[in-house]
């Protein structure tokens, strides 16, 4: 079983809809990630968490809201998404934010847009 | 910008094969290098990683992977497959500011048995 744990495992929406993504990891790591996987690509970054504030930002539009209320808990807030957001989406963490240092992943959460 | 290759996307093998997964990089500084495997159904796991040191590095499962700095490449070997490394196989970069992964598109590796 992984040590990160994401919620909800899918999750089907309207382009009016509101909702957000969580991922929870209890190892104590200080860094948390968000990435996007569409179907048969490798995960690409979204966002990087380090000490619960965001460092890195891969130019991701804003209907993208991201959120680490505190060190343990990363969230995703999604608003007005298009269909071309569908994609499974994974969250991340590591015990700090050195290059040398493995990320651990969650089993993802699958969107859908309709 | 960082780059990874995978060389094959797809590779079909029978049991007791042996396995050697082509990985190739773009970037000339210091880099932390690393494979992910995905099984069916499950999420990401580090296979193996390399930092710096004995560029032979061993991971779990019976995975090695060979970094040759002259040709940016970290290919990784495995003596003899089993049909439950059927997995999609990632390879990734990091290097410069920040945690910053950069995979490969993956190689689906498929064992018969």
């Known amino acids: 079983d992984t040590e990160v744990t994401q919620t909800p495992k899918h999750l089907v929406m309207g382009m009016t809809n509101k909702k957000s993504l969580k991922c929870e990891q209890h190892?104590?790591?200080?860094?948390m990630y968000w990435y996007k996987q569409k179907a048969k690509k490798p995960p690409e970054l979204m966002f990087v968490?380090?000490?619960?504030?965001?460092?890195i930002n891969e130019s991701v539009p804003s209907r993208f809201s991201p959120e680490c209320p505190n060190s343990s808990l990363l969230n995703l807030h999604l608003h007005a998404l298009q269909p071309e957001d569908s994609a499974l989406y994974l969250c991340?963490?590591?015990?700090?934010?050195?290059?040398?240092?493995?990320?651990?992943f969650g089993d993802g959460t699958r969107l859908s847009i309709l | 910008a960082q780059s990874v290759s995978q060389h094959n996307h797809h590779v079909i093998l029978s049991e007791a094969a042996s396995l050697e997964l082509g990985c190739n990089y773009s970037?000339?500084?210091?880099?932390?290098l690393f494979w992910y495997v995905q099984y069916p159904g499950q999420h990401l796991q580090l296979l193996l990683k390399?930092?710096?040191?004995?560029?032979l590095v061993k991971g779990i499962k019976g995975f090695e992977a060979e970094f040759i700095k002259s040709k940016f490449s970290f290919n990784l070997r495995k003596p003899s497959v089993q049909w439950s490394d059927t997995a999609e196989y990632f390879c990734?970069?990091?290097?410069?500011?920040?945690?910053?992964?950069?995979f490969g598109a993956g190689t689906i590796l498929r064992v018969k048995s």
């Open positions: 390399y930092f710096s040191g004995d560029p």
């Open positions: 991340a963490s590591s015990q700090g934010q050195g290059a040398e240092q493995p990320q651990h």
């Open positions: 990734a970069v990091n290097a410069g500011y920040g945690n910053k992964l950069v």
């Open positions: 968490y380090s000490y619960e504030k965001l460092s």
């Open positions: 970037y000339g500084g210091t880099v932390n």
């Open positions: 190892m104590g790591h200080r860094a």
